[in-house]
């Protein structure tokens, strides 16, 4: 088992920034990757960001590239996600999610086996 713990959602202007922290525990070292979805208000949950925990490899959906970094931090088993240039279209529940499944696609929500309880991220305009 996995368990992971969101934090560092709330409120920004647009423009603004957040990082948002994933803190895991349990079996972590069986987790091959660590991924961020995010889901808004009458939308489908979609893939934000991933890193893998062997080479650190990461890759991001279009709508955030250039914009937000996520980042992990082996020794406190966290993976970070943080924000930058923030738009009111950015406004959802964030989710981290673990993956003990070793693919080459981490883009997929049906990769991903262990889910947090999410952490409401809302930008005003």
């Known amino acids: 088992q996995v368990q992971l713990v969101e934090s560092g959602g709330g409120l920004v202007q647009a423009g603004g920034s957040l990082r948002l922290s994933c803190t895991t525990s349990?079996?972590?070292?069986?987790?091959?990757?660590v991924g961020w979805f995010r889901q808004a208000p009458g939308k489908e949950r979609e893939f934000v960001a991933t890193?893998?925990?062997?080479?650190?490899?990461?890759y991001y959906a279009d709508s955030v590239k250039g914009r937000f970094t996520i980042s992990g931090n082996n020794a406190k088993n966290t993976v970070y996600l943080q924000m930058n240039s923030l738009k009111p279209e950015d406004t959802a529940v964030y989710y981290c999610?673990?993956?003990?499944?070793?693919?080459?696609?981490?883009?997929?929500?049906?990769?991903?086996?262990?889910w947090g309880q999410g952490t409401q991220v809302t930008v005003s305009s």
């Open positions: 999610a673990a993956s003990t499944k070793f693919l080459s696609d981490y883009t997929g929500i049906r990769g991903y086996n262990y």
């Open positions: 349990g079996r972590t070292f069986s987790s091959a990757a």
């Open positions: 890193i893998r925990w062997s080479g650190g490899s990461t």
